[in-house]
């Protein structure tokens, strides 16, 4: 049988709790994570309270089509991209993306797309370790790589 549960989501709360962090990072760029429709709390609502945020992560390429509909803010896809399509649809929505494997390297080199960066010119690859805890996962740290030396 179902528990009645409720989720009431406090648009002011998120946006406090984004000032807190940013109080205590001045100097560093947030990206929120808005994936999963805000994790079902509402894409449109939730970006409208974190309008303070540098930047904004989604799931997948579809996420980032949806999420372009209603922002321009900077867009990271978390999943990167799969196929030519994907690619060129991030690269029409200047979608920063995170490069999983050395096919994805491959496609980028073949069609020769440059991407938007958090990191200045030349357009760097950001690359996002992921470290299993046996609990979870979760990304670690960031290293930036030059598109021109990994091609």
Same mark, same amino acid.
């Given at each position: 049988?179902?528990?009645?549960?409720?989720? *009431?989501?406090?648009?002011?709360?998120?946006?406090?709790?984004?000032?807190?962090?940013?109080?205590?990072?001045? @100097? =560093?760029?947030?990206?929120?994570?808005?994936k999963s429709n805000a994790y079902g709390h509402g894409v449109e609502k939730v970006v409208g309270a974190l309008?303070?945020?540098? &930047?904004?992560?989604?799931?997948? *390429?579809?996420?980032?089509?949806?999420?372009?509909?209603?922002?321009?803010?900077? %867009?990271?896809?978390?999943? &990167?991209?799969?196929?030519?399509?994907?690619? @060129? #649809?991030?690269?029409?929505? @200047?979608?920063?993306?995170? *490069?999983?494997?050395?096919?994805?390297? &491959? %496609?980028?080199?073949?069609?020769? #797309?440059?991407?938007?960066?958090? !990191? &200045?010119?030349p357009k760097p690859i950001l690359v996002l370790q992921q470290i299993r805890?046996?609990?979870?996962?979760? !990304?670690?740290?960031?290293?930036? !790589?030059?598109?021109? =030396?990994?091609?």
């Open positions: 049988m179902p528990r009645p549960t409720t989720a *009431i989501i406090d648009l002011s709360s998120i946006e406090h709790n984004f000032n807190v962090i940013k109080k205590h990072c001045p @100097k =560093s760029q947030i990206y929120s994570v808005v309008k303070k945020s540098d &930047g904004f992560c989604v799931a997948t *390429i579809e996420e980032a089509d949806e999420f372009r509909e209603f922002s321009k803010k900077p %867009l990271l896809c978390l999943q &990167g991209f799969y196929d030519k399509q994907d690619l @060129k #649809l991030a690269h029409s929505h @200047k979608l920063e993306l995170v *490069i999983h494997n050395e096919e994805q390297i &491959g %496609l980028l080199e073949k069609l020769k #797309l440059s991407f938007p960066s958090l !990191f &200045g010119e805890t046996g609990l979870s996962h979760f !990304f670690a740290f960031s290293i930036a !790589f030059e598109i021109c =030396s990994l091609l």
